[in-house]
């Protein structure tokens, strides 16, 4: 009689316990993890009671120099002992990692160590506050965020956030990219960097004010061909006024010509230009003049 073959899986549970290791030495300021910006400043004790051959390891597993160099280590005598002290005089971005306080302490060695997380603030580059874009064209307004962790930027279009690239909108490295810029897209807007890191979160807004140049454009109702009349030896005024922004220049022309001044004279005003016609010489004077709007 065959009998069933059975298998079986036999689990073992054991118990662990994890003792915690007793250091006679301690550092002070007493925190495990420390966050710093590139080129501040950071002062490490590390101290105790009759210690002897104090060094500091790097991250990179090398003894840090003593009394020289921008990291370096500096010794002071206590009441309870030689203390060593570790000094960034300047704290670059490579410096970041886990830093050992090594000493002897009743003759056995023992440590203390904590890690440093360096971050590079949030910064915006140029000068962002006035922007120009031109109406009809694709632009980009421009926001040159840096930092480190890279900082996450959302854009808020006057006082409204643009969550994501949308329509006309996409947001680049850069800036915003916008395509056929429109009059409407002018007014205030907020370029957000947010940075976040372990330890703490930065948020950092620069305002930025767009202007739209807009195209010159006759204003509702003008005529495209006006006629104007004049006497025999008076003078005939021939207007011309567009709307745009900033304010069109005007420049006046016959026959694709600049204008004779003996019998012409063109006075400019604020937002619009007048031509004076001297009609002395009827055939010298009757036709055609053009009027051109320009923005500067």
């Given amino acids: 009689m065959l009998c069933p073959i059975r298998r079986a899986f036999v689990f073992t549970i054991a118990a ?13 300021p007493r ?34 120099a003593a009394n020289s160099g921008r ?6 005598k206590t009441d309870l002992g030689i203390q060593s002290v570790l ?8 410096d970041k990692g886990l830093y050992t306080c090594s000493a002897f302490v009743k003759g056995q060695r023992q440590q203390a160590n904590f890690l440093l997380v360096v971050s590079k603030p949030i910064m915006f580059h140029g000068q962002l506050e006035h922007q120009r874009l031109i109406e009809g064209q694709s632009m980009t307004v421009r926001c040159e965020v840096t930092g480190d962790p890279p900082p996450k930027i959302i854009w808020q279009i006057k006082h409204k956030p643009l969550k994501e690239s949308v329509g006309r909108y996409q947001q680049m490295p850069l ?35 767009v202007q739209v140049d807009q195209k010159p454009r006759w204003p509702e109702g003008a005529l495209k061909s006006p006629n104007v009349y004049g006497y025999p030896g008076g003078t005939a005024n021939i207007t011309c006024k567009a709307n745009g922004k900033p304010m069109p220049g005007y420049a006046w022309y016959r026959h694709n010509r600049t204008l004779d001044p003996s019998y012409t004279n063109v006075i400019h005003e604020h ?25 500067p």
């Fill in 87 to 94: 000094v960034f005089e300047r704290i670059e971005r490579q």
């Fill in 271 to 295: 937002g619009f230009s007048v031509l004076q016609v001297k009609m002395k010489i009827m055939s010298q004077v009757l036709g055609e003049y053009m009027c051109v709007a320009e923005n």
């Fill in 71 to 76: 990291i370096h280590a500096e010794e002071g």
């Fill in 175 to 209: 800036g915003l990219h916008i395509s056929n810029v429109t009059r409407e897209d002018e007014g205030l807007y907020q370029c957000k960097a947010y940075q976040v890191t372990s330890k703490s979160s930065n948020l950092q807004v620069q305002n930025i004010m």
């Fill in 16 to 28: 662990a316990f994890i003792y915690g290791v007793h250091s006679d030495i301690e550092l002070v």
């Fill in 31 to 64: 925190l495990q993890e420390t966050e710093k910006y590139v080129n501040s400043s950071y002062i490490v004790t590390c101290m105790g009671e009759n210690t002897q051959n104090t060094t500091w390891i790097g991250p990179n597993g090398r003894q840090i």
